[in-house]
């Protein structure tokens, strides 16, 4: 089951592929990492679509990843006497903290939380955008508004607040039960939605202590502005660029898109590109052009991993869907220009004798031409700095943690087995030969270019190179 490139593939699950067949058919198409999102769906219903996964991981004999995204705080005003009024722009218009429905002339806004966080001159964002008012004037308990643009506003719909630091926890309460439950599950990756500050990842960090590994969204400007210190604390990203464009000038969204990839890069953390990728193929069964540039805009960028999301939950070719991503991909990794543009963009090794192996491990292997690149490891970080190299022979990752391979089968270029613990240097040599082979990696007369630690166990004690010829 190893596949044909090094960039993953994210897919969500919902009511389109909540089955054995079709969860099973997804990952012999390409899925490498299920994504289950609780903004949806029952505790039960999660708990099957694990299941079925596991099931699954076990049969087809490789690791899969699995992702729980936590919907995060959704602010909403509340309801209309008539279910939905129509906005003009020009008029007068007032948010409130009554319960009374809304009329033509205010509407509801439960969230004392915006009222104290806005000022005069502030805009607000309403339905993903298509409608805005500009704030001129806030008291305790409601502001004044004058419509910016205007159209039909109906029922909960949704608000953003863009450039204003909102005081809220990025977990809700239903988070946090949520966050219980996944974690007593096993889930591999817990997705952070509506982080706005480095406190935001360090509290789900002591939340999650230590159970599963934090893949923070981007979709808030205030995150961008504190990017650096985001991705100290975080396990990796996901750029979120559906609610990110909401907030942010469309324009303003590529250029975000590829300092996130590259920020992510030079620090080796994993990067998911998200929202909208094929977005046409929720009705159609082919995409558009756009949308295949789209998704080889990412892969051309170095990101780990690029994500369906209502297209594998929602839409009626959730299976069209991976396998038209899966050949964007391959196509693209096979592209002359790929590899240039890949290593133009890449970065220096860290000032670490570890960093040196890994960095030596890819020049060796790209000197010698060797099959492949073996790591042992046992949290993951020397094979997280063997991909961080994006080196041109694929990646190998032995490990006796089999969650650890789970944790990082969203990781660039690399197939991971799971094997037993090696008992010396020489098994060490002699158990990558034999996988490697086993795996179809390489061939007698091929060569091996390992990575490990020694001792062994020793989490990201990388120290050893070692070329090997296979037998």
Known sequence: ????????????????????????????AGVDVFRLNFSHGTHAEHKARYDVIRAIERERKRPIGILMDLQGPKLRVGTFVDGKVTLKAGQAFRLDLTDRPGDQDRAPLPHPEIFEAIEAG??????????????????PKAAETVVVTGGVLSNRKGVNVPGVVLPLS???????????????????????SFVQRPDDVAEARRLIGGRAAIMVKLEKPQAIERLTEILDLTDAVMVARGDLGVELPPEDVP??????????????KPVVVATQMLESMVQSPAPTRAEA???????????????????????????????????????????????PIMDAEHSAPEHTAADAITAAAAQVAQTIGAAAICTY????????????????????????????????AVLWGVHWVPTRDVRSFADMVERACKVASQEGMARAGDRLVITAGVPFGTPGATNILRIAWVE
């Open 255 to 268: 250029g975000l898109q590829k300092r996130i990839v590259r920020a992510c890069r030079v620090l080796g």
């Open 170 to 192: 990025a977990l809700t309460t239903k988070d946090r039960a949520d966050l219980r439950f996944g974690l007593d599950l096993g889930v591999d990756w817990v997705a952070l």
């Open 293 to 339: 540039s789209d998704v080889a805009t990412a892969v051309y960028d170095g990101a780990d991993a690029v994500m369906l999301s209502a297209e594998t939950a929602a839409g009626a070719y959730p299976l069209e869907a991976v396998r038209i991503m899966d050949r964007i991909i391959v196509k693209v990794e096979h592209d002359p220009l790929y590899r």
């Open 122 to 139: 502030t805009d607000l964002l309403l339905d993903d955008g298509r409608i805005r008012l500009h704030v001129e004037k806030v008291r």
């Open 1 to 28: 089951m190893r596949r044909a490139r090094s960039t993953k593939i994210v897919a969500t699950l919902g009511p389109a592929s909540g089955t054995v067949e079709m969860i099973g058919a997804l990952f012999d």
């Open 377 to 408: 490891t046992t949290s993951g970080s020397t094979t997280l700095r063997a991909a961080r190299e994006r080196p041109t022979s694929p990646i190998l990752g032995l490990t006796a943690n089999l969650a650890t391979a789970r944790r990082l």
